[in-house]
């Protein structure tokens, strides 16, 4: 524990501190709660993101498995060779004072083909592949918010556990001790004067004598 002054001065500075920090805490203590509950809901739209994707994977799986068209075309003509990323828009957001990154659209490169040359169902299913992929930059930005959000949220349990467990009793503890002291000093001062005050009776009664 850290050494105080025992004296008013220390002790009005340690009731101040005091004060702040019972002050700061609930706020504190009310951050680490949102985060906690905000994490928690991006992480079921994720799972719920994973299984919509899942199922649109399999759908279109199943799908081009009954027509086998798709196994006979050549490599650069597959059918995910025209879907191709162009880029991915983001916008920023904030919670709780964290700055995340939030996703706005998915950006594809204009890709021509011959529909002649592929099954009928090629729109449909490039059109899934391009929904396959916005579930990808969808659940990659909100993995990216849970690791920001968490990395704050372990800042700010560290911060109050900082203030419950050290902060405040230690405060509390400098306070009481300068109180003590002050106390003590306050009594010897009273014996000090009241004997003092004796002396002096003393010294007057035998004067006159």
Do not use: C
């Amino acid at each position: 524990m850290a050494k105080v002054k025992l004296t008013k001065n220390e002790q009005k500075k340690q009731m101040d501190q005091l004060k702040q920090f019972q002050r700061y805490l609930p706020t504190l203590q009310l951050k680490k709660q949102q985060l906690q509950v905000v994490i928690r809901q991006i992480e079921e739209e994720v799972s719920e993101l994973r299984t919509k994707q899942k199922k649109l994977v399999t759908d279109l799986q199943v799908w081009v498995a009954v027509f086998h068209e798709n196994r006979v075309l050549p490599d650069a003509m597959q059918l995910d060779q025209l879907v191709v990323v162009k880029r991915v828009v983001k916008a920023m957001g904030n919670i709780a004072g964290v700055a995340i990154p939030v996703f706005q659209e998915l950006e594809f490169e204009e890709i021509s083909y011959d529909i002649r040359k592929y099954p009928l169902w090629v729109d449909a299913g490039v059109e899934s592949l391009r929904e396959i992929a916005r579930f990808d930059a969808m659940i990659a930005t909100f993995e990216k918010q849970i690791e920001l959000l968490s990395r704050e949220l372990r800042i700010t349990s560290q911060r109050v556990n900082l203030f419950e467990k050290v902060k405040i009793p230690e405060t509390k503890e400098h306070i009481r001790r300068i109180g003590i002291y002050l106390g003590d000093q306050q009594t010897a001062a009273v014996v000090r004067g009241k004997i003092a005050k004796k002396k002096l009776v003393r010294g007057s009664e035998g004067g006159v004598a």
